[in-house]
């Protein structure tokens, strides 16, 4: 009698504990977006798109594009950097700062969803120029007359390393005019 | 332009004189000087379109003299119609905005073929495009502005179902130094008795350059209608000529 009594607590306790060790889900913080709301994920992109512009309008006059790369990558830092080259062989100098009159949202969502924020942002914007002058070796102006402003297309992507919002790209927008 | 040829494929080698400086994108060094204009294409014209703002002035006018006694100058009919902040008749103006806008269009390749006017059946018939680059040069705001007009891809439809895109324009049987009824780069072989009408249309690339600028590319291509052609295929036998081919060279399967 004792025997079976001590079988069936021997059955008892090894089929009632589990084999395994019973796994907890650790609750995982689910991926933050680079921007909680819209109008700052807007109000970023633009201060990054001015400090871009800013520095273009130094680089243009100093042909030092030293710094660039703390506000430009890719395709946007590599055609800045020739077209600066070809102001200093063409020996034009620029005065003057470029005037951002319009910026506006093309597609944001890479700044306010996680999931995609590896993807540049995209925006159009209005250049003003009317303040530039661009002045060749002999110091004579060689801005024509019309083309004082343009529409752009403008793409930002979030660089992790510096913490902050790049331009990818800018090209004249020949859709319908932001301007 | 000469054929390098093999036993099935021809290449067509192109003089380095013909080639030009790849156009490049408007840069935003462009932008600084105003070298870039808005350039559209709408179907087969290429539309520049720029303006120019004049900034106003705030400079009074000095009152002129009339007998001795400084005299205001008279106000203008309709002044208090101006919208706010422009004054007027007083040496005051508001900035003036003029636009402008100049098209341009490429003039149409044509399309020949040989033999002119009929096909025989099983046996290549040679088509080809007499078309070249061409710069068109008008003005913008009183500045000079050229369109450049670059052939691109030749679209035959041969008018028996049969549509190819081809890359080269061709040409005749003796520039390419071959034999009359050889196989070209652009040639079509029927294979069914029948009148047909041949139509060709043209890609071009477009290019502009403003004020004296770079080449600036225009995004996007013009498709071009050349002249439609017809023609009669048969066999060798069944075929017509108009008349004594010696006494009327150009007439009908001559």
Not at chain 2, 197 to 222: K, N, P, Q, S
Request: glycine share 8%; hydrophobic share 40%.
């Amino acid at each position: 009698m004792r025997i079976i009594a001590l079988m069936a607590l021997t059955l008892l306790l090894t089929g009632c504990v589990p084999s395994d060790p019973v796994v907890t889900p650790v609750p995982v913080p689910s991926a933050t977006p680079l921007f909680a709301t819209d109008a700052d994920a807007l109000k970023a992109a633009e201060d990054a798109y001015a400090a871009y512009e800013n520095q273009l309008d130094a680089d243009f006059a100093t042909y030092d594009t030293s710094e660039l790369a703390k506000f430009a990558s890719a395709e946007a830092l590599a055609k800045a950097k020739t077209a600066v080259e070809k102001f200093k062989s063409d020996g034009q100098r620029q005065s003057g700062s470029t005037v951002i009159s319009k910026f506006q949202p093309e597609d944001m969502s890479s700044l306010t969803n996680a999931r995609e924020s590896a993807s540049p942002a995209s925006f159009y914007s209005c250049l003003d120029f009317t303040g530039v002058n661009v002045t060749d070796a002999a110091g004579n102006s060689v801005v024509r007359s019309g083309g004082r402003q343009y529409s752009m297309e403008v793409s930002l992507v979030w660089n992790a390393p510096l913490r902050k919002l790049l331009v990818s790209s800018e090209e004249v927008w020949s859709g319908k005019s932001v301007c | 332009m000469t054929m390098a040829c093999g036993v099935f494929i021809c290449v067509a080698l192109v003089p380095a004189s013909l080639a030009f400086a790849d156009p490049t994108d408007c840069s935003i060094g462009d932008t600084r000087t105003g070298a870039c204009v808005n350039a559209t294409v709408d179907g087969g014209t290429v539309t520049l379109s720029d303006s120019s703002t004049k900034p106003g002035t705030n400079v009074p006018q000095i009152p002129t003299v009339n007998d001795g006694v400084f005299a205001a100058p008279p106000k203008p009919v309709g002044s208090h119609d101006l919208p706010p902040g422009y004054r007027d008749g007083y040496g005051v103006t508001g900035p003036l905005t003029l636009s402008d806008l100049a098209s341009f269009t490429p003039t149409a390749g044509t399309d020949h073929m040989q033999p002119n006017g009929w096909a025989v059946i099983g046996v290549s018939t040679n088509f080809y495009a007499e078309v070249s680059t061409q710069v068109q040069d008008g003005t913008l705001l009183g500045e000079p502005a050229s369109v450049r007009f670059t052939p691109k891809a030749f679209h035959w439809n041969y008018g028996d179902g049969t549509v190819v895109t081809r890359s080269t324009k061709g040409g005749t049987w003796a520039a390419q130094g071959i034999t009359d009824f050889d196989p070209t780069a652009t040639s079509h072989v029927y294979r069914a008795k029948g009148d047909y009408t041949i139509t060709l249309t043209i890609d071009f690339g477009a290019e502009y350059r403003y004020a004296g600028g770079d080449w600036i590319a225009v995004a996007g291509t013009l498709a071009v209608p050349a002249n439609p052609l017809s023609t009669t295929a048969g066999d060798a036998k069944t075929v017509l000529v108009s008349k004594d081919c010696l006494a009327n060279p150009s007439g009908p399967g001559c």
